[in-house]
């Protein structure tokens, strides 16, 4: 977890930032990027200034989350490591007609799935796999609905045979129409576990094992257009239960 992500996830650490800024008081580099995040989304930051008490309800959770993970993403904008990274994915974003506020929330979420999205520890920040998925927007956010119908071709027809030409296509379009409904974005853990409820589970064994082969057949051939990092894929068949080709 980015350790700005960690240290805002704390109510009163975001309480104390707020107050500070109210009181006029100076603020360190990680407190500024937590307070113009909050500027940036004041709706949040009025649910997290109404609350007293450390019992938080849903509604300032999800607040607290969000604005923790806006203020780390605008910290790595200063990140010796990351800045350039996020510099390159936030310029892909925008030339493809996306808002600031648009390419932040982008950037946030690729942060909430390092933090949250295996299970590994969260105390640890994984550098190089949130450098890899920035890496990642650049061909994700040039993908129209033409190339990934492509993309669904060329898969569909290497099937060897028309049942696994089958399978190949009831994968495909499960997993593009989960994971791209509202846009390309990094096929993350959350997808793959609605793609196996929705076409693997309850099925037939042998059915059960044609579909996730095809699944991490798919994986593979889109790292290899660069729309699935190879930190990203080797945990995605992970969870398929499916070793690296």
Same mark, same amino acid.
């Given at each position: 977890?980015?350790?700005?992500?960690? #240290?805002?996830?704390?109510?009163?650490?975001?309480?104390?930032?707020?107050?500070?800024?109210?009181?006029?008081?100076?603020?360190?580099?990680?407190?500024?990027?937590f307070i113009?995040?909050?500027? +940036?989304?004041?709706?949040?930051?009025?649910?997290?200034?109404?609350v007293?008490?450390?019992?938080?309800?849903?509604?300032?959770?999800?607040?607290?989350?969000?604005?923790?993970?806006?203020?780390?993403?605008?910290?790595? #904008?200063?990140?010796? !490591?990351? +800045?350039?990274?996020?510099?390159?994915?936030?310029?892909?974003?925008?030339?493809?007609? $996306?808002?600031?506020?648009?390419?932040?929330? /982008?950037?946030?979420?690729?942060?909430?799935?390092?933090?949250?999205? =295996?299970?590994?520890?969260?105390?640890? /920040?994984? +550098?190089e =796999?949130?450098?890899?998925?920035?890496?990642?927007?650049?061909a994700?956010?040039?993908?129209?609905?033409?190339?990934?119908?492509?993309?669904?071709?060329?898969?569909?027809?290497?099937?060897?045979?028309?049942?696994? %030409?089958?399978?190949?296509?009831?994968?495909? %379009?499960?997993?593009?129409?989960?994971?791209?409904?509202?846009?390309? &974005?990094?096929?993350?853990?959350?997808?793959?576990?609605?793609?196996?409820?929705?076409?693997?589970? !309850? %099925?037939?064994?042998?059915?059960?094992?044609?579909?996730?082969? &095809?699944?991490?057949?798919?994986?593979?051939?889109?790292?290899?257009?660069?729309?699935?990092?190879?930190? #990203?894929?080797?945990?995605?068949?992970?969870?398929?239960?499916?070793? !690296? $080709?």
């Open positions: 977890m980015h350790p700005v992500l960690a #240290r805002f996830l704390a109510a009163d650490a975001a309480r104390e930032t707020l107050r500070k800024q109210q009181s006029g008081e100076a603020l360190s580099p990680e407190e500024q990027a113009e995040a909050a500027t +940036a989304h004041p709706k949040h930051k009025g649910v997290l200034l109404g007293s008490g450390r019992a938080l309800s849903s509604d300032a959770q999800a607040s607290l989350v969000l604005l923790a993970a806006h203020a780390a993403a605008r910290a790595m #904008r200063e990140d010796a !490591d990351l +800045a350039e990274p996020t510099r390159k994915a936030r310029a892909a974003l925008s030339e493809e007609g $996306a808002s600031d506020e648009e390419a932040d929330a /982008f950037i946030a979420s690729i942060l909430l799935e390092e933090a949250f999205g =295996y299970e590994q520890d969260v105390d640890a /920040f994984d +550098a =796999y949130v450098k890899e998925s920035l890496g990642e927007v650049p994700l956010a040039s993908l129209t609905k033409e190339a990934v119908d492509a993309l669904f071709l060329s898969f569909v027809k290497g099937a060897a045979n028309d049942a696994e %030409r089958k399978v190949r296509e009831g994968m495909a %379009r499960a997993l593009f129409d989960i994971a791209w409904s509202e846009g390309p &974005a990094p096929i993350n853990p959350e997808h793959m576990e609605a793609v196996l409820d929705a076409e693997v589970v !309850d %099925r037939p064994e042998e059915e059960q094992e044609a579909k996730v082969h &095809a699944t991490a057949q798919l994986l593979q051939a889109l790292s290899k257009e660069g729309l699935v990092g190879p930190i #990203r894929l080797s945990r995605l068949r992970a969870l398929l239960g499916e070793g !690296d $080709a």
